[in-house]
């Protein structure tokens, strides 16, 4: 999209829950997470407030699979809870009862970049059901999915023990700062 003489562009991150809660009671989906979430909304908050040439370098929306909710985006007041998925079956259950596949797809059409940052068996499960037809992806996953990545146009960045990593982080910031 066009804004102010610059292209400005749209960014959803993607990550899943933790079981590091933040906040008793309510808070933002942003609030809520710590542990290896912190370091993707490390990420969402430079990119939120990056500048090129004067002018706010992109739009940021930040959304957490949740086990209890489903997708919901960072700026929700959500609570905390006690259980959080951690494998496959987990992931699988929370999918039929929430439909989180669902909302992303729908969501995610209306993003130039959707950065992804979910564990192995969940991002399978995406690329399964084609939840993101829209958009550009780049995917910080394990390497058994990047020749997929790769047949779909997308970036494939590795995941190696964290959720993003800093190699990672630097790398997803000049993409987008290179298509700004």
């Not at 909304?41 to 086990?67: E, F, P, Q, W």
């Not at 959720?163 to 298509?179: D, K, M, Q, S, V």
Request: some cysteine.
């Amino acid at each position: 999209m066009k804004t102010g003489g610059t292209n400005l562009r749209s960014v959803l991150v993607v990550t899943n829950d933790s079981t590091v809660f933040l906040k008793k009671g309510l808070a933002t989906a942003f609030e809520m997470f710590g542990g290896r979430a912190a370091e993707i909304k490390k990420l969402v908050t430079k990119l939120d407030n990056a500048k090129k040439d004067g002018r706010k370098m992109c739009d940021v929306s930040y959304g957490v699979i949740s086990t209890r909710f489903g997708f919901v985006h960072g700026s929700l007041v959500i609570t905390n809870y006690e259980e959080v998925m951690s494998k496959k079956e987990d992931y699988e259950r929370v999918q039929k009862e929430k439909d989180y596949l669902g909302q992303l797809n729908q969501i995610s059409m209306y993003f130039d970049r959707v950065i992804v940052c979910v564990p192995k068996d969940m991002f399978a499960m995406m690329l399964g059901d084609e939840t993101f037809q829209h958009g550009k992806v780049i995917a910080v996953t394990c390497p058994l999915f990047q020749g997929e990545c790769a047949n779909r146009g997308w970036v494939f960045l590795e995941r190696k023990g964290s959720r993003l990593g800093t190699r990672n982080a630097e790398e997803i910031f000049r993409i987008i700062e290179n298509e700004s």
